[in-house]
């Protein structure tokens, strides 16, 4: 068992809509109030670890009401705000090690006080109710290089090396140990000083690496996870099938807390990288986009990961050992059709590159060209997303359809980007993929992003303006795309049938089955 009867206890406002529809979020009939020397107790078998929270989050409530979508009561959210104000106490742990975990599940079920499970790395909506509790898991930062690491009870799966990490280690970490002992990670395409936690693997799974060696997902040997009656569990391909399934695309913390993961580290890989920028224009953008579809499934199978946008392409790829000038006969096609629609000039300019690893391309002043692809600045994204899945770009008339539907709605939203970095054809050694991701996950070479931003000081109303802008922009891509679906990490608030699209059908079902279990 699971521990069925703790999600009573457990309460989950805010994150992303694959919890609330996960039936994680629960809320007790009445939350318990406990006398201040049961706290003062389970402080001190903490070591002193348990806080009491000051924390608030003004956003709660827009999203609250968008979430309304996914038929759970959010009156709570606004609770975010006047827990603070009205004297009423929340508290977190300082976790520094799984024991502190376990005993926090365990006192969670002895006494009943709500338990927060955070979605993400901030701590955005995080104290939603007085007297309840939550766990930061920021202080557990190890991370070690394993040599030769055999998943336990695994005989028919070779060794690997691997980087093993605690959920609070910053990707700084892991991606420079990763460096010294030339391997590489498959994670984020996200800068190695970033203060980014190992969150990320589990949340962002998506990866510039991925056409060619799977996401950050598909590389994870091995999970230690406390589950909700307060049990340390491992969890791989050989034991724990259920929860195995379910923690590969069912939700961070999902079914219970993940203290450890370890990941397969591959051989130090040089890397290959174009660029073009273009002058940004409806014209040169469709233009531009016509060249992509063209290419669309050819580049995914050679391994080429990257973004399009407004103001051109980034394209990388780990496959031709950073030599330019095979990657450039890969790339043929494209480049041709790049150089057709530059007849007056259009394309500004085309840059290659290569890098000795991964990590040193991360830390190199040519990754500042993705900070072009990256989301706009804000205090939050307003997004919707679309997975493009294979069978459109077989089509003539279904890559034209395809280009319109990008290009005509990009006007009533603040940005639009294509990702290259799905984990196209990919297929493991063990032949099954077995994630909870959504099938289309691994049928689509593009996801395509409409993005919007809040600035600070924004009216709740015009907030809701900006979010349902990226909503009604996915609809000609969710008309184009029938059986499709969304990379349920970077989706739309009011996204329909969230269940398929998130997970599809039978992937659905097996999740509620391992949450009940």
Same mark, same amino acid.
């Given at each position: 068992?699971?521990?069925?009867?703790?999600?009573?206890?457990?309460?989950?406002?805010?994150?992303?809509?694959?919890?609330?529809?996960?039936?994680?979020?629960?809320?007790?009939?009445?939350?318990?109030?406990?006398?201040?020397?049961?706290?003062?107790?389970?402080?001190?078998?903490?070591?002193?670890?348990?806080?009491?929270?000051?924390?608030?989050?003004?956003?709660?409530?827009?999203?609250?009401?968008?979430?309304?979508?996914?038929?759970?009561?959010?009156?709570?959210?606004?609770?975010?705000?006047?827990?603070?104000?009205?004297?009423?106490?929340?508290?977190?742990?300082?976790?520094?090690?799984?024991? +502190?975990? /376990?005993?926090? @599940?365990?006192? !969670?079920?002895?006494? %009943?006080?709500?338990? *927060?499970? $955070?979605?993400?790395?901030?701590?955005?909506?995080?104290?939603?109710?007085?007297?309840?509790?939550?766990?930061?898991?920021?202080?557990?930062?190890?991370?070690?290089?394993?040599?030769?690491?055999?998943?336990?009870?695994?005989?028919?799966?070779?060794?690997?090396?691997?980087?093993?990490?605690?959920?609070?280690?910053?990707?700084?970490?892991?991606?420079?140990?990763?460096?010294?002992?030339?391997?590489?990670?498959?994670?984020?395409?996200?800068?190695?000083?970033?203060?980014?936690?190992?969150?990320?693997?589990?949340?962002?799974?998506?990866?510039?690496?991925?056409?060619?060696?799977?996401?950050?997902? +598909?590389? /994870?040997?091995? @999970?230690?996870? !406390?589950?909700?009656? %307060?049990?340390?569990? *491992?969890? $791989?391909?050989?034991?724990?099938?259920?929860?195995?399934?379910?923690?590969?695309?069912?939700?961070?913390?999902?079914?219970?807390?993940?203290?450890?993961?370890?990941?397969?580290?591959?051989?130090?890989?040089?890397?290959?990288?174009?660029?073009?920028?273009?002058?940004?224009?409806?014209?040169?953008?469709?233009?531009?986009?016509?060249?992509?579809?063209?290419?669309?499934?050819?580049?995914?199978?050679?391994?080429?990961?990257?973004?399009?946008?407004?103001?051109?392409?980034?394209?990388?790829?780990?496959?031709?050992?950073?030599?330019?000038?095979?990657?450039?006969?890969?790339?043929?096609?494209?480049?041709?059709?790049?150089?057709?629609?530059?007849?007056?000039?259009?394309?500004?300019?085309?840059?290659?590159?290569?890098?000795?690893?991964?990590?040193?391309?991360?830390?190199?002043?040519?990754?500042?060209?993705?900070?072009?692809?990256?989301?706009?600045?804000?205090?939050?994204?307003?997004?919707?997303?679309?997975?493009?899945?294979?069978?459109?770009?077989?089509?003539?008339?279904?890559?034209?359809?395809?280009?319109?539907?990008?290009?005509?709605?990009?006007?009533?939203?603040?940005?639009?980007?294509?990702?290259?970095?799905?984990?196209?054809?990919?297929?493991?050694?063990?032949?099954?993929?077995?994630?909870?991701?959504?099938?289309?996950?691994?049928?689509?070479?593009?996801?395509?992003?409409?993005?919007?931003?809040?600035?600070?000081?924004?009216?709740?109303?015009?907030?809701?303006?900006?979010?349902?802008?990226?909503?009604?922009?996915?609809?000609?891509?969710?008309?184009?795309?029938?059986?499709?679906?969304?990379?349920?990490?970077?989706?739309?608030?009011?996204?329909?049938?969230?269940?398929?699209?998130?997970?599809?059908?039978?992937?659905?079902?097996?999740?509620?089955?391992?949450?009940?279990?």
């Amino acid at each position: 068992m699971h521990g069925a009867s703790f999600f009573s206890t457990v309460v989950q406002i805010i994150g992303l809509p694959q919890w609330l529809s996960l039936g994680f979020d629960h809320r007790p009939a009445a939350v318990p109030v406990l006398a201040q020397d049961a706290w003062a107790h389970f402080n001190s078998s903490l070591g002193g670890r348990l806080h009491l929270s000051t924390a608030t989050s003004g956003p709660c409530s827009v999203k609250a009401e968008l979430l309304k979508n996914f038929s759970f009561d959010t009156s709570g959210a606004e609770m975010a705000t006047t827990a603070v104000k009205g004297g009423n106490n929340a508290y977190y742990v300082e976790a520094h090690d799984t024991a +502190d975990i /376990v005993k926090t @599940f365990r006192f !969670v079920n002895q006494t %009943g006080v709500p338990l *927060i499970l $955070n979605n993400l790395d901030t701590e955005f909506c995080s104290f939603p109710f007085p007297n309840s509790l939550t766990v930061l898991t920021e202080s557990m930062t190890n991370v070690d290089y394993i040599r030769s690491f055999k998943p336990r009870q695994c005989s028919t799966i070779p060794s690997n090396p691997s980087i093993s990490f605690s959920p609070g280690a910053s990707l700084k970490k892991i991606y420079s140990l990763a460096e010294q002992k030339g391997v590489t990670v498959v994670g984020p395409s996200i800068r190695a000083g970033s203060t980014e936690s190992a969150a990320s693997f589990l949340q962002d799974t998506t990866s510039v690496l991925a056409p060619a060696f799977g996401s950050a997902i +598909d590389n /994870v040997l091995e @999970f230690e996870v !406390v589950t909700p009656e %307060g049990e340390v569990r *491992i969890v $791989n391909s050989c034991l724990e099938p259920d929860l195995w399934h379910a923690l590969r695309g069912g939700g961070v913390n999902n079914f219970g807390l993940v203290t450890r993961v370890t990941v397969k580290a591959h051989p130090r890989t040089p890397l290959t990288v174009f660029s073009a920028s273009i002058k940004p224009s409806q014209s040169n953008v469709q233009r531009m986009l016509s060249a992509m579809s063209q290419n669309a499934l050819d580049l995914a199978k050679a391994g080429w990961g990257g973004y399009a946008s407004a103001s051109g392409i980034l394209l990388v790829n780990p496959r031709f050992g950073g030599n330019v000038e095979k990657a450039v006969d890969s790339l043929f096609p494209l480049k041709t059709l790049l150089q057709n629609m530059d007849v007056d000039g259009q394309v500004v300019e085309e840059k290659w590159t290569s890098f000795e690893s991964y990590g040193s391309w991360l830390e190199s002043d040519e990754y500042k060209v993705v900070e072009s692809f990256i989301l706009p600045p804000s205090t939050d994204h307003p997004i919707s997303s679309r997975l493009i899945t294979d069978s459109l770009f077989d089509d003539a008339y279904g890559k034209e359809d395809l280009v319109k539907a990008i290009v005509t709605p990009i006007q009533q939203v603040d940005s639009w980007l294509i990702s290259f970095n799905l984990p196209y054809g990919y297929q493991p050694r063990e032949g099954k993929i077995g994630t909870s991701f959504t099938p289309a996950f691994y049928r689509s070479p593009w996801m395509v992003y409409f993005v919007s931003s809040l600035q600070p000081g924004m009216k709740k109303e015009d907030r809701l303006i900006k979010y349902s802008a990226v909503a009604k922009a996915n609809n000609f891509l969710r008309y184009l795309t029938p059986g499709s679906g969304v990379y349920s990490e970077q989706a739309d608030l009011s996204e329909p049938n969230h269940e398929d699209a998130f997970w599809g059908a039978d992937n659905y079902k097996s999740l509620l089955a391992a949450k009940r279990k």
